[in-house]
């Protein structure tokens, strides 16, 4: 047999590393026996695919130029395998692009030349510590319901991308999950232990945009009184995840791309930069690819972050799913209230399947936690869930029961308006009743409990307000 074997480590896990120069090869060699792992190298993709074929691996590291092929060729090679195998490629210093191609193709992530060995060892351990399929499922305290093709897909590309270290671009109406699917992919990939970090670009003012991402020194600028990492640093070692990156400044966005490619960041006020290793998840509502056409997003940063482009479908697509989402929102949400759940009649789900939720899974959530606080029944009716009043006209174009809808809802979002609703009504309960609360609760047909949980919610004040 042509390379190398060297056999380290009582667990049994062995690397097969793929390089055409033997002083990289030695290297590599020397790094993981130290780390207690078993290492086979080759020097081409021929004898690699003969090793693949005869022997089980952990991990395959392969060079992503060798004498007879490509290291791509390799990554496609074993993705093809389908047994899960994480590859990582070598790539020459400063090559963005193919960085981007192999975790394209497949790869559980790169390293670049010169090979700088603590980044070596964190690859090495974050891919041996990939769970396997079943146990990321079972693992998972959180899930994205539904068995429609819509969700089946989307389901089975966030099986594939958690077992990478890919940047990963999810697009979706508001409300359609996005941060779920972050999580997800967090929750079901090697860096499940390590911290999670959200971060909505949208809340954070222009001007504190980069010492809330990468951190300050103390005396950087005013107020600055003392050393502060960023949103960077919090992530160390786990997901970073930018929600509404479309909000981002364009200085900002040429910052975040250096400290994606070259994983690094440097602190406001510092001359040194400092080693990051984070994952980097994206979401937006907006069109990044028509922001990018139209000059407010940096082409480079949009293909950098776009590896993996994952939609996560509107609600009306998937209705399928809806009594199996909405059964397990209400479950949910009783159990946050300490009551009991009512069931949900046929005749509100079928309401619920014919109405198009612009708002998504958000706006099912809004309304089902409304239905459940001012309703005292052990059934949920369409009465309940309100939806005559925000759908004037049913799917074959006849006039509903809410057809003389006042114009005013078309001026502000669903959710504030049934806000406004709720609002007028319990206060012109109070009013009636001298604001006494149980009477209040009484003439509006639910529970005093209720009516608290509902005043606390908008911000209505307990006492009677003065003359």
């Not at 896990?13 to 793929?18: A, F, N, P, T």
């Not at 964190?122 to 146990?135: M, T, W, Y």
């Not at 020194?217 to 640093?233: P, S, V």
């Not at 949920?380 to 049913?394: C, F, Q, V, Y």
Request: charged fraction near 25%; proline fraction near 6%; glycine fraction near 8%.
């Amino acid at each position: 047999m042509n390379g190398s074997e060297r056999r380290a480590g009582a667990e049994g896990l062995r690397v097969l590393v793929v390089d055409d120069e033997p002083d990289i090869r030695e290297l590599l060699e020397l790094t993981l026996v130290k780390m207690g792992l078993g290492v086979e190298s080759v020097g081409s993709v021929a004898e690699a695919k003969l090793r693949l074929a005869e022997a089980r691996f952990a991990l395959c590291l392969t060079d992503m130029r060798l004498s007879d092929g490509a290291g791509l060729d390799l990554v496609r090679y074993i993705a093809g395998l389908g047994n899960d195998l994480p590859v990582a490629v070598i790539t020459a210093y400063g090559s963005a692009e193919n960085a981007v191609a192999a975790l394209k193709a497949g790869a559980f992530d790169y390293v670049s030349k010169p090979v700088g060995l603590e980044k070596l060892r964190a690859l090495v351990k974050s891919a041996l510590s990939l769970p396997d399929r079943g146990a990321a499922s079972a693992g998972s305290a959180q899930q994205l319901l539904g068995e429609s093709a819509p969700l089946a897909q989307v389901r089975a590309l966030l099986e594939r991308v958690a077992r990478t270290q890919a940047p990963v671009y999810i697009s979706g109406e508001s409300g359609s999950g996005k941060e779920l699917a972050a999580r997800l992919i967090h929750d079901k990939g090697a860096r499940r232990d390590k911290p999670f970090v959200p971060v909505n670009c949208g809340a954070i003012p222009d001007s504190l945009v980069e010492s809330e991402l990468f951190g300050y020194r103390k005396g950087a600028f005013t107020g600055a009184n003392e050393d502060r990492n960023g949103f960077f640093q919090a992530a160390h070692g786990g997901t970073l995840f930018l929600d509404e990156i479309a909000e981002l400044p364009l200085h900002t966005q040429v910052l975040l791309l250096r400290a994606i490619q070259e994983k690094r960041v440097r602190k406001v006020g510092s001359t040194q930069e400092e080693a990051v290793d984070v994952r980097i998840l994206c979401a937006t509502n907006q069109n990044l690819a028509a922001m990018v056409e139209a000059g407010r997003f940096r082409r480079d940063l949009y293909y950098r972050i776009n590896v993996v482009d994952l939609t996560m479908p509107p609600l009306r697509e998937c209705r399928e799913d809806i009594p199996l989402i909405a059964s397990s929102i209400l479950q949910r949400i009783a159990a946050q209230h300490g009551v009991p759940a009512p069931r949900m009649s046929p005749a509100a789900l079928e309401e619920l399947m014919r109405y198009d939720f612009p708002g998504n899974v958000r706006e099912l959530e809004n309304l089902i936690e409304r239905a459940l606080a001012l309703s005292s029944s052990a059934e949920l009716s369409p009465g309940d869930l309100a939806l005559h009043r925000i759908s004037p006209e049913d799917p074959s174009g006849e006039p509903g029961p809410g057809a003389d809808l006042p114009p005013k809802l078309a001026d502000e979002p669903l959710p504030a308006y049934l806000d406004r609703l709720e609002r007028e009504a319990i206060l012109s309960a109070l009013a009636a009743t001298g604001f006494n609360r149980t009477a209040a609760a009484r003439r509006l047909g639910i529970t005093f409990r209720q009516l608290r949980y509902r005043m606390e919610r908008l911000g209505i004040r307990e006492e009677k307000p003065a003359a």
